[in-house]
């Protein structure tokens, strides 16, 4: 990210995002949490790329440069923290599970008014962070390649994302075998390279689904076989079917039909 903006103070509040709205790349001396309680957060560093939809929030460390992209209406909450309060002890962007218990806690925090009680807030915030600090890890994360020959294989799946063909197949468009990209997904990226293609798959469904798409169209899109094989991937990943998922998204307050 070559321009990058510096703000000091990481905000807590609420904000609506339009589709594809974004915030240009900057970082803050605090720590900060971002949820969106409607519509998808994408949410960018230069080395890795997450996806946030409304049962996940992110932790972004203090000094961090990231961008933000919203997919569909989004209602996006911000709760910032001093550098020295860290209660999950995270030193690197996390995407963590948003219990029914923590969203309303975000909700209400950050949409509350410094100028009320003091003393609410502050017993508000402890029972969020404790909250916070018992979060699970559940990322949908894409690393971004450094190899020049992973970035090309990259690159065209991420264009396409439902191009199936095999390792062996893409290197030869790249000028790699695929002995070598399989050893550079693991080098480069930490993950094999079915692994990295899931986390693509899920990064664009989330992306299409905030966008309106059917289940089945965004099935067919994200290069999964059938309807009930991108089912399956998605609720063992995710928690849930894309079905509920989009039925939870429009049930969500202030979403949209």
Do not use: K
Request: with cysteine; net charge positive; aromatic share 6%.
């Amino acid at each position: 990210m070559s321009s990058t903006r510096h703000l000091p103070h990481a905000p807590t509040d609420s904000r609506d995002l339009a589709a594809t709205a974004g915030v240009d790349a900057h970082w803050h001396d605090e720590n900060q949490v971002a949820y969106a309680s409607q519509g998808v957060l994408a949410v960018h560093t230069e080395a890795s790329r997450w996806i946030v939809p409304a049962h996940r929030a992110i932790w972004v460390p203090a000094g961090t440069v990231h961008s933000h992209r919203a997919y569909g209406e989004t209602r996006l909450h911000l709760l910032g923290l001093p550098a020295e309060r860290n209660p999950l002890g995270l030193v690197e962007p996390t995407v963590l599970a948003v219990s029914p218990l923590l969203r309303e806690l975000l909700i209400a925090y950050t949409a509350s008014d410094e100028s009320q009680d003091v003393r609410a807030r502050r017993r508000m915030l402890g029972v969020l962070l404790d909250q916070l600090a018992a979060a699970r890890e559940r990322p949908v994360r894409i690393p971004a390649a450094r190899d020049a020959r992973l970035a090309a294989v990259t690159a065209i799946l991420e264009a396409d994302p439902s191009d199936s063909r095999s390792l062996e197949a893409l290197g030869r468009e790249v000028g790699a075998s695929g002995r070598t990209l399989t050893r550079l997904f693991r080098q480069d990226v930490g993950m094999t390279f079915p692994q990295w293609r899931t986390q693509l798959r899920l990064y664009q469904a989330l992306r299409l689904l905030a966008e309106g798409r059917s289940v089945t169209t965004v099935g067919r899109c994200c290069g999964f076989a059938t309807t009930s094989a991108f089912i399956d991937v998605f609720r063992r990943s995710l928690g849930h079917t894309p079905g509920a998922y989009v039925r939870n998204r429009s049930a969500s307050p202030g979403a949209s039909g």
